[in-house]
């Protein structure tokens, strides 16, 4: 696992994300989104604080527009943590690090 943010794809998300062997926070993001921009130094403080113990993946929903309706997905920025092939806890909308926190720790 690594302490920096990945970003992920429609082509690579099933295998980076879903089907991963340990526990992924995927975010569902856009680049327009000022909430989403906000959201970046709160993702790589996570990745950094829980490196080796879980993956933080950004996907683009312009660029990759396949992979969030197959999750769910209808409003952004949106937290999904995957854990064994299955969402295992979500999030919704503006977050900080202290919520991203409590949503990421039980399932580690």
Known sequence: MTATVVDVTDADFEARVATAAGPVLAVFRAEWSSVCRALDPVLTDIAAAYAGRM???????DGSPQ??????VTAIPTLHLFKAGSIAATRIG???RN???ELVTPHL
């Open 67 to 72: 992979t969030p309706p197959r999750y769910g």
């Open 94 to 96: 503006p977050t900080s």
């Open 55 to 61: 993956t933080v993946a950004r996907l683009d929903i």
């Open 99 to 101: 919520d991203v926190a």
